[in-house]
């Protein structure tokens, strides 16, 4: 069974910056070569992917967060992140990480609140 923990959110202002970690660790799973997206969740809405990432350099974005959020990968820490700036009060969330496009368990999630 995979675990993945969510780190990194917070309270930040508009137009502020966070950068979000999600470690992932169990057995009979190998990291280097799984898709891993960024999904999140506001209040009231269904969960979406905001990134995904297939390698070290192959990403996809949402369009609402394109040119703001970047998402990258550790394969020697089992590690992927999401650096997120420029933030916008729609960025409200809970962000959570899990594999693309059949994500297993979900993690706890961390929250990101953007307000002033």
């Known amino acids: 069974q995979v675990q993945l923990v969510e780190s990194g959110g917070g309270l930040v202002q508009p137009g502020g910056s966070l950068r979000l970690s999600c470690a992932a660790s169990?057995?009979?799973?190998?990291?280097?070569?799984?898709?891993m997206g960024w999904y999140r969740q506001a209040p009231g809405k269904q969960r979406e992917l905001v990134a995904s990432?297939?390698?070290?350099?192959?990403?996809n974005y949402t369009d609402s967060v394109k040119g703001r959020f970047t998402i990258s990968r550790d394969n020697a820490k089992n590690t992927v992140y999401l650096q997120m700036n420029s933030l916008k009060p729609e960025d409200t969330a809970v962000y959570y990480c899990?594999?693309?496009?059949?994500?297993?368990?979900w993690g706890q999630g961390t929250q990101v609140t953007v307000s002033s």
């Open positions: 899990n594999f693309f496009p059949n994500p297993t368990s």
């Open positions: 169990g057995s009979r799973f190998s990291f280097r070569i799984s898709t």
């Open positions: 990432i297939i390698s070290d350099v192959v990403a």
